[in-house]
């Protein structure tokens, strides 16, 4: 793979009333030619710090859900946004979110 970075963070906290969301994204830079095995590499890792960014907002509230997705530029494939998202992302999620159970998308 000749270009594989985290180019951007953000996340962000909101509060409604006595509901707190809290929301973590990346920006990758990636060239991943048909070799889908080191995205799916830096979706474990990405779980993890996604992860890890938005239960820091939640300021130790328990998290009771969360979500995933993936927008792909056009001079990639759908498939390469999929390998990011499954099927390593989940479990560090899962596990930070206080179910270190294999549900799904183990």
């Given at each position: 793979m000749s270009d594989l970075r985290i180019v951007r963070l953000v996340s962000h906290l909101d509060e409604i009333?006595?509901?707190?969301r809290a929301w973590a994204a990346a920006v990758i830079a990636a060239d991943p030619g048909d070799e889908l095995e080191s995205l799916m590499v830096l979706g474990e890792r990405l779980g993890d710090l996604?992860?890890?960014r938005s239960v820091a907002l939640l300021d130790g509230a328990p998290a009771t859900a969360y979500g995933k997705s993936a927008i792909v530029g056009t001079a990639l494939e759908i498939e390469h946004g999929a390998a990011i998202l499954h099927p390593l992302l989940g479990?560090?999620?899962?596990?930070?979110?206080?179910?270190?159970?294999d549900v799904m998308d183990a």
């Open positions: 009333g006595e509901s707190r996604l992860g890890r479990k560090p999620l899962r596990r930070l979110a206080g179910d270190g159970g």
